[in-house]
Nanobody
Framework: QVQLVESGGGSVQAGGSLRLSCAVS????????VGWFRQAPGKEREGVAR????????YYADSVKGRFTISQDNTKNTVYLQMNSLKPEDSAMYYC???????????????????WGRGTQVTVSS
């Protein structure tokens, strides 16, 4: 079965950087759509970024554009989220999610991703 495992979370000071990893396994499709989402206490879950592992196309939420970069290493079946210039507002539990074969519109809708990881915590202090 499909399994997603996030790692790389931690605590950093504002302005710092962190790289999250999402190890993906169990898909029968060679390509897939992998997204990063986050949820802070008392807030709704929101999409952060997504990548299609085949086409390499990416999409970012406005709140992280220019600061975060989503990328992949297909030899490791891993998707990364490089987070730079972190702000306290970025503090949240970060989840990776995936669907097989293609990405669908809208790019960061939770309903488009049937498979989810357990999350990794990111805390940014001021």
């Amino acid at each position: 079965q499909v399994q997603l495992v996030e790692s790389g979370g931690g605590s950093v000071q504002a302005g710092g950087s962190l790289r999250l990893s999402c190890a993906v396994s169990g898909f029968t499709y060679s390509s897939k759509c992998v997204g990063w989402f986050r949820q802070a206490p008392g807030k709704e879950r929101e999409g952060v970024a997504r990548i299609h592992t085949g086409a390499g196309s990416t999409y970012y939420a406005d709140s992280v554009k220019g600061r975060f970069t989503i990328s992949q290493d297909n030899t490791k079946n891993t998707v990364y989220l490089q987070m730079n210039s972190l702000k306290p507002e970025d503090s949240a539990m970060y989840y990776c999610a995936a669907r097989g074969l293609i990405c669908v519109a809208p790019p960061l809708a939770e309903r488009s991703y049937p498979n989810w990881g357990r999350g990794t915590q990111v805390t940014v202090s001021s």
